[in-house]
């Protein structure tokens, strides 16, 4: 959620996140070092047209990230 200063807005289908060094959202675990460093991303789940019939344990469903 956004706080004014760090984390996501979202319009229509855009996201914008907002990181500040040192702050809400930069997992380095440091100050303000010069580095912001954040392992994720939004993500939707969708599901697909038709199940895949492959057996492979694929419930017709995929997560689309944005890196």
Known sequence: MWNGTTGARINGN???LTFVDGQRGDS??????????DPGGPAVETVSPAPIPSGDGGGGCFVNSIF
């Open 28 to 37: 380095d675990l440091d100050d303000t070092n010069g580095i912001i460093t």
């Open 14 to 16: 855009i996201v914008t």
